[in-house]
């Protein structure tokens, strides 16, 4: 039996917590190809309550495509799960994204990204932030996994992480263990998701405006965005863009 994806197991244990249903509008996004004709995956996109979008990336590269900031390693598939939140709740935004190496390593990274000031709002901080951190300690200490420290990576990736970022790597045979982690940072976003009461306009739209212009840099300094401008082409890479933000 094929073995489930990242976003396909990220989406079941999210599912058996929200109620999810499907958002019409991007079924060309579901089935692409990329530049040279070959089958390149799709996104679906959800939503549910006080949840504005579940969004499911699977890339596909049968044949093979050269990752410039992996030594030109070749990669056969990139993966995304993203919540995006009603930006009216005090909730954060959740994402992971992986990187899949024909040579059988498996890279990913998550980070929570939160619309309102972690340092002015403390009582949240203690309240959610610790246990966030208790289970960053953990895997990241884990013996299947191994940490990518700040230092080695580009420094634009410090402008936009927050203090629960993970960048690590492990294998295709051992990818379990980033399931397992998903479980957790994934209960731990529900719980929030329960509690969280609505507010007023404004602080829905502060807290859109600093995500999103987040994003807007991460589009263009995103080392993997610049891949799949490449091999998508602009005009795809663009709706890819549109859809998630």
């Avoid at 200490?141 to 191994?146: F, G």
């Amino acid at each position: 039996m094929e073995s489930k994806s990242l976003p396909e197991v990220c989406f079941e244990l999210l599912s058996k917590e929200v109620k999810l249903d499907r958002i019409p509008g991007f079924e060309d996004l579901e089935h692409v190809k990329l530049l040279n004709g070959e089958e390149g995956g799709g996104i679906k996109i959800y939503k549910g309550d006080k949840i504005e979008k579940v969004t499911l990336v699977d890339f596909q590269y049968k044949t093979g495509v050269p990752i410039p900031h992996y030594d030109n390693a070749l990669s056969i598939g990139a993966e995304v799960f993203q919540i995006l939140p009603d930006l009216s709740f005090k909730i954060p935004v959740w994402g992971i994204n992986s990187i899949i190496l024909k040579n059988g390593k498996y890279h990913f990274d998550t980070d929570f990204s939160f619309g309102f000031d972690l340092v002015m709002d403390y009582e949240f901080t203690m309240k959610y932030l610790d246990p966030f951190n208790s289970i960053y300690k953990k895997f990241c200490t884990h013996p299947d996994l191994k940490r990518v420290n700040l230092d080695e990576t580009t420094t634009w990736v410090r402008t936009y992480i927050s203090p629960i970022f993970i960048i690590a790597e492990t294998t295709v045979k051992k990818v379990n263990m980033v399931y397992e982690l998903c479980s957790e940072f994934i209960r731990l976003w529900v719980k929030i998701w329960r509690e969280a009461e609505k507010r007023d306009e404004a602080f829905k739209q502060t807290q859109k405006k600093r995500l999103f212009s987040q994003y807007a840099g991460m589009r263009g300094t995103d080392r993997m965005g610049k891949v799949l401008r490449k091999i998508y082409g602009e005009d795809t890479f663009s709706k890819f863009f549109k859809a998630m933000a």
